[in-house]
T-cell receptor, first 111, second 110 residues
Framework: DGGITQSPKYLFRKEGQNVTLSCEQN?????MYWYRQDPGQGLRLIYY???????QKGDIAEGYSVSREKKESFPLTVTSAQKNPTAFYLC??????????FGSGTRLTVV | AQRVTQPEKLLSVFKGAPVELKCNYS??????LFWYVQYSRQRLQLLLR??SRESIKGFTADLNKGETSFHLKKPFAQEEDSAMYYC????????????FGQGTTLQVKP
């Protein structure tokens, strides 16, 4: 059963901590993306990767980091430098030319 | 700069009424436009893309390059159409990244 899996579904973080959100896909898609979804602001691109071992900053990359060591995996780290990390995070993947497949999202809350 | 604008945060209609969700874009080249939908407690999913020129669940969208618009239309709304709808633009050369609008919540009342 092909798909894209994000974990955990809910995550709580204390101020000053780094946390890592997982995103795994078995669709054999080349490209993967991280978006942040906030009410009234739509989806904003954080980072994206078109191939293994390569990634680019999106529109709101400050305070985030990623890695792409395997085609299937694209984890996102929310660092303590991110000033307003509480949000819903969506991961997506796509083939070279095609629409996105989205994960179910991770809701991060800073406590 | 690439930008997608959905001017309505909320659109509320009665069942059976026509629906039009507006989307305007800003892009100097030849864009590829998409509509994505998120039903309650479900993942965001592709509804349709302009190059396919298809109708999905009764929805259609026509790319109007003169008006830089890609409005989503359905002649008779159903209650199950209630969802969040996002318009998205892919314009960057071969990166595949999408620029999303702010989203419009469609509420279809019985």
């Amino acid at each position: 059963d092909g798909g894209i899996t994000q974990s955990p579904k809910y995550l709580f973080r204390k101020e000053g901590q780094n946390v890592t959100l997982s995103c795994e896909q078995n669709l054999n898609h080349d490209a993967m993306y991280w978006y942040r979804q906030d009410p009234g602001q739509g989806l904003r691109l954080i980072y994206y990767s078109q191939i293994v071992n390569d990634f680019q900053k999106g529109d709101i990359a400050e305070g985030y980091s990623v890695s792409r060591e395997k085609k299937e995996s694209f984890p996102l780290t929310v660092t303590s430098a991110q000033k307003n990390p509480t949000a819903f995070y969506l991961c997506a993947s796509s083939p070279r030319a095609g629409g996105y497949t989205f994960g179910s999202g991770t809701r991060l809350t800073v406590v | 700069a690439q930008r997608v604008t959905q001017p309505e945060k909320l659109l509320s209609v009665f069942k059976g009424a026509p629906v039009e969700l507006k989307c305007n874009y800003s892009y100097s080249g030849s864009p590829e436009l998409f509509w994505y939908v998120q039903y309650s407690r479900q993942r965001l999913q592709l509804l349709l893309r302009h190059i396919s020129r298809e109708s999905i669940k009764g929805f259609t969208a026509d790319l109007n390059k003169g008006e830089t618009s890609f409005h989503l239309k359905k002649p008779f709304a159903q209650e199950e159409d209630s969802a969040m709808y996002y318009c998205a633009l892919s314009g960057s050369s071969n990166t595949g990244k999408l620029i999303f609008g702010q989203g419009t919540t469609l509420q279809v009342k019985p």
